[in-house]
């Protein structure tokens, strides 16, 4: 697992254009992507006091113009502890998120349906998902949400992996990140429509077969949510547990 936190440390930070490191953790922002919470949070890595986490989000990502609040807490035990205070601050969503390491036993999946995509032909299916889920939202946030993808790049070799109709519309995808002997698969999505046809799992076993040559292959999944026991049929093995706080500037979803 030391990997895994090592992979994702510097995967994150080199995506960021500016990193505040702190006593307790570190602040990452990326200031040409403003609306994408994922790059412009809070990492709490060791004990510090839930109102002191709190404080410094207001005045990091405040003070670079952010108007969402998002907290890290990479130890659940103290992302427990800070729950409290983080509701009481208004934060009125809290994911408890879990790094699931592959086992190393076969998924087999019809990998010939799978593609490789670049990301001129991934981007129509990003600006559509997106605006689906803010159809208010201003088409430059829009923009922002499907291009941020292109970050990964700083950090990783990255494949945009996707399942495509005759037509060429692409109705499931994932992303796949390797450096260093680690890999990570994430942004595993079905179009609703197109569920149930073992496109998800066809996308994982190629991924899996892809970083077949890594020393470590990992995912994180929502604890609540029903893909984590369907990544438990396919091999992948709880490992750690982080805490996450959000704090919207209107009713939306995570983004």
């Not at 994408?36 to 004990?47: E, G, I, M, Y």
């Not at 934060?91 to 086992?103: A, F, I, K, S």
Request: charged residues 25%; glycine residues 10%; aromatic residues 8%.
């Amino acid at each position: 697992m030391g990997r895994v936190a090592r992979f994702e440390r510097e995967f994150a930070r080199a995506q960021a254009t500016e990193v505040v490191d702190l006593p307790w953790g570190y602040a990452l922002l990326q200031h040409d992507f403003p609306v994408s919470w994922a790059h412009n949070r809070l990492v709490v890595t060791a004990p510090v006091d839930a109102e002191t986490a709190i404080a410094t989000a207001d005045l990091v990502l405040g003070g670079a113009g952010c108007r969402h609040r998002l907290v890290t807490y990479l130890d659940a035990a103290e992302g427990e502890r800070a729950a409290p205070a983080f509701a009481a601050a208004g934060y009125g969503t809290h994911e408890r998120l879990v790094t699931m390491v592959h086992g190393g036993g076969p998924v087999h999946g019809d990998r010939a349906r799978v593609e490789a995509l670049t990301f001129a032909e991934l981007r129509p299916s990003l600006l559509a998902d997106w605006r689906a889920d803010f159809p208010d939202d201003p088409e430059a946030d829009i923009e922002q949400l499907a291009d941020r993808s292109l970050l990964a790049g700083r950090g990783a070799e990255v494949a945009f992996l996707g399942v495509r109709t005759p037509a060429g519309r692409v109705v499931a995808r994932g992303e796949l990140y390797r450096r260093d002997g680690v890999a990570q698969f994430e942004n595993l999505i079905t179009h609703p429509a197109h569920r149930g046809r073992g496109h998800a799992r066809a996308l994982l076993a190629e991924a899996l077969a892809r970083s077949a040559g890594d020393d470590v292959r990992f995912l994180v999944a929502e604890a609540t949510g029903w893909p984590r026991g369907w990544y438990r049929t396919l091999g992948y093995l709880d490992r750690v547990e982080a805490h996450a706080f959000q704090r919207t500037p209107a009713a939306c979803p995570s983004r």
